[in-house]
């Protein structure tokens, strides 16, 4: 095999400069990183070798072992896992796997990532950790079965595939130590970053060091194994640390942040296992940049990793726990394909999202400022649960937050808080979907509810629109969008009806794309509101998936007119007075732009307006 110079990826090669640069004082985490790949990729080849022994032919004590070379200042963490033969070398180390790591760079930058460590840590950086204390990094592969292959870098550009020297399966990874990082070639704290991080691990984690006899004076290599080894799920509660549960978290989920809550218990009964689950505290980087919509949690099988793949495991909406759950009967021995197909895995299922729900729950009574943080990183994602678990859909409803005309800016209730302290004999719970809270308190929309003093609920979210609906009523009370279908109409406004037949006639006539024009019992102050049938999107979920590319159907609006209003009783008499007066046309388009500006939305044409708002100044100053 001839060696061959290749490029990283550009976004890598940035990649690689934030990580050194901005990590550096959690750089000890480098260790955590290459063990925890050392570890996944034994459990790799473990499962495969559970329908094909031959696999395994070679090696199978399995373990990870550090070596130092003091002279060369060198530290190898080799493992006799899986392996990678070329093509995978270069795929794995030379380009990333996240499909949105340019969007995350690009917010990282805006965010001067050079100082927050934690947002960088949520991307999860890897093997590339590496780069932190080294510089440079090789790493000697072999796969059952393929030739060895050696991969080198200096984490600078460029990497170099050449052919290997490893004579057995699996991985070496050996960095060049930096000056200022000979720390990580002693002893003790090589042992003592082994223990906080990696104790838990099941295979051992093992120091090969040189010693010489006393008395001989002959070299000796002995071998220390440095984790205790004890599955931490296995263990009982009371027994593990918060300490370990974090670091447990951190090595299943590579983030950096501590968990915000640990779900750990042992199902008994018709199904048996053990779940340890951990709801994050921050939303990490697949789910930051919506990419990855599986829910990944590790699945054992009496303490064998079988895979992280099973999505029937754990609903998606509830993608943000990680964890791991340890079956106690299931079958081992047949494929991934027939696993996944096990009945138990349903019921595993329901029982996790059943636990998780509880532990949402109980949190938000227990301590409603840390369940206020877990909505702001993954409201979002639990709403989904709406369209998608119905079984479930009146407890995941009990956990939602909404922002209503009753809270400050930026604070949120329950819609059982809502339904509460509504009046009696109201009926609905009203909402009122906007680009943000601003927009929803200045909307025309609510006026009459702010005059008879009945509480709105916002829809902030844009996915809001979308799950909501799911619901259809909360407790009884049927959800009504405020800026959707018609109200009641009271005894005064027929008799205005009357009064207006003939101009609301014209209004129509003059104007395009507007379905009816009719009077208005919400508005109070604001002079016209345009208004969507029941099953509308809203204009600002319409515009934003016009941006996304999304085809909107050209759904007609109703424009609502306020007869109390004096702009528009002004041109209604204008209109009796003189239907042929040329004020009209130009006077009933803007009482249509002036319903759009009001609701968020973009008028037609802003010059137009523009040009019609300046004149009319004019002319008002003048008369002053
Ligand atoms: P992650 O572990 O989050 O996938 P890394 O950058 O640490 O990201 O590793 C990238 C990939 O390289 C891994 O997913 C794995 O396929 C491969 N890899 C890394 N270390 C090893 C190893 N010791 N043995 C086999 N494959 C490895």
């Given at each position: 095999m001839i060696e061959k110079t290749m490029e990283f990826k550009t976004e890598l090669s940035q990649l690689l400069h934030l990580i050194t640069h901005s990590l550096y004082s959690h750089r000890e985490v480098f260790l955590r990183e290459l063990i925890s790949n050392a570890c996944d990729a034994i459990d790799k080849i473990r499962f495969?070798?559970?329908?094909?022994?031959?696999?395994?032919?070679?090696?199978?004590?399995?373990?990870?072992?550090?070596?130092?070379?003091?002279?060369?200042?060198?530290?190898?963490?080799?493992?006799?896992?899986?392996?990678?033969?070329?093509?995978?070398?270069?795929?794995?180390?030379?380009?990333?796997?996240h499909s949105g790591t340019k969007a995350f760079l690009a917010r990282l930058q805006e965010s001067g990532a050079t100082n927050n460590p934690e947002l960088i840590g949520q991307f999860g950086v890897g093997f590339y950790s590496s780069f932190m204390v080294a510089d440079k990094v090789t790493v000697e592969s072999r796969m059952h079965g393929k030739e060895a292959v050696c991969w080198s870098s200096e984490g600078t550009g460029s990497f170099t595939v050449s052919e290997g020297s490893r004579a057995v399966r699996g991985t070496s990874v050996t960095l060049h130590l930096k000056e200022d990082a000979a720390e990580y070639?002693?002893?003790?704290?090589?042992?003592?970053?082994?223990?906080?991080?990696?104790?838990?691990?099941?295979?051992?984690?093992?120091?090969?060091?040189?010693?010489?006899?006393?008395?001989?004076?002959?070299?000796?290599?002995?071998?220390?194994?440095?984790n205790t080894r004890k599955a931490i799920w296995l263990r009982s509660k009371g027994d593990i640390t918060t300490e370990e549960y974090n670091e447990f978290y951190k090595h299943i989920s590579?983030?950096?942040?501590?968990?915000?809550?640990?779900?750990?218990?042992?199902?008994?009964?018709?199904?048996?296992?053990?779940?340890?689950?951990?709801?994050?505290?921050?939303?990490?980087?697949?789910?930051?940049?919506?990419?990855?919509?599986?829910?990944?949690?590790?699945?054992?099988?009496?303490?064998?990793?079988?895979?992280?793949?099973?999505?029937?495991?754990?609903p998606t909406y509830l993608r943000f726990v990680k964890g791991v759950v340890d079956a106690a009967d299931l079958p081992l021995n047949v494929s991934r394909e027939i696993l996944q197909e096990?009945?138990?895995?349903?019921?595993?299922?329901?029982?996790?999202?059943?636990?998780?729900l509880k532990t949402l729950a109980e949190m938000k009574l227990q301590s409603?400022?840390?369940?206020?943080?877990?909505?702001?990183?993954?409201?979002?994602?639990?709403?989904?649960?709406?369209?998608?678990?119905?079984?479930?859909?009146?407890?995941?409803?009990?956990?939602?937050?909404?922002?209503?005309?009753?809270?400050?800016?930026?604070?949120?209730?329950?819609?059982?808080?809502?339904?509460?302290?509504?009046?009696?004999?109201?009926?609905?719970?009203?909402?009122?979907?906007?680009?943000?809270?601003?927009?929803?308190?200045?909307?025309?929309?609510?006026?009459?509810?702010?005059?008879?003093?009945?509480?709105?609920?916002?829809?902030?979210?844009?996915?809001?629109?979308?799950?909501?609906?799911?619901?259809?009523?909360?407790?009884?009370?049927?959800?009504?969008?405020?800026?959707?279908?018609?109200?009641?109409?009271?005894?005064?406004?027929?008799?205005?009806?009357?009064?207006?037949?003939?101009?609301?006639?014209?209004?129509?006539?003059?104007?395009?794309?507007?379905?009816?024009?009719?009077l208005s019992t919400r508005l109070k102050e604001s002079p016209a509101c345009l208004v969507g049938d029941e099953y509308s999107m809203s204009p600002h979920i319409e515009a934003m998936m016009r941006r996304m590319g999304q085809p909107v159907p050209d759904a007609e609006r109703v424009l609502e007119l306020n007869p109390a209003h004096p702009a528009v009783a002004a041109v209604q008499s204008m209109y009796e007075a003189d239907k042929e007066n040329p004020k009209l046309g130009e006077s009933v388009e803007l009482l249509r732009d002036l319903a759009h500006i009001a609701e968020g939305s973009k008028v037609e044409n802003p010059a137009a307006f523009a040009t019609r708002i300046a004149e009319l100044m004019a002319r008002d100053l003048r008369a002053k």
């Open positions: 495969e070798a559970l329908t094909d022994e031959t696999l395994l032919e070679g090696d199978k004590d399995w373990k990870i072992t550090l070596s130092v070379n003091k002279e060369a200042k060198t530290l190898t963490v080799s493992d006799n896992g899986i392996g990678m033969d070329e093509e995978s070398i270069v795929r794995n180390l030379g380009t990333i796997a070639l002693e002893e003790y704290r090589l042992k003592s970053l082994v223990r906080k991080f990696s104790d838990f691990l099941e295979h051992p984690v093992v120091l090969l060091s040189r010693k010489k006899d006393k008395e001989s004076g002959e070299e000796n290599e002995t071998e220390d194994v440095l590579h983030d950096f942040n501590d968990p915000a809550e640990v779900i750990h218990y042992n199902a008994e009964g018709a199904i048996e296992f053990k779940a340890l689950l951990f709801i994050p505290g921050k939303k990490p980087f697949d789910l930051l940049m919506g990419g990855d919509m599986k829910a990944h949690l590790n699945l054992y099988v009496q303490r064998v990793f079988i895979s992280n793949e099973f999505e029937n495991l754990l096990n009945p138990q895995l349903d019921k595993i299922r329901r029982n996790l999202t059943g636990r998780i409603l400022d840390k369940y206020r943080n877990f909505y702001a990183e993954f409201g979002s994602i639990l709403k989904e649960g709406l369209q998608n678990d119905f079984e479930n859909r009146e407890k995941i409803a009990d956990l939602l937050l909404f922002e209503t005309t009753a809270t400050k800016p930026g604070e949120m209730r329950t819609l059982a808080d809502v339904v509460e302290s509504m009046k009696e004999g109201q009926d609905e719970i009203i909402t009122l979907a906007a680009e943000h809270r601003g927009i929803a308190e200045n909307s025309p929309f609510l006026e009459g509810f702010k005059a008879d003093g009945r509480e709105v609920v916002f829809f902030l979210d844009p996915i809001d629109e979308f799950v909501m609906p799911q619901l259809g009523e909360y407790k009884g009370k049927k959800f009504k969008a405020a800026n959707k279908g018609d109200l009641d109409d009271s005894d005064k406004l027929k008799e205005e009806k009357k009064k207006f037949e003939g101009f609301l006639g014209f209004v129509k006539e003059k104007l395009s794309g507007i379905s009816e024009v009719r």
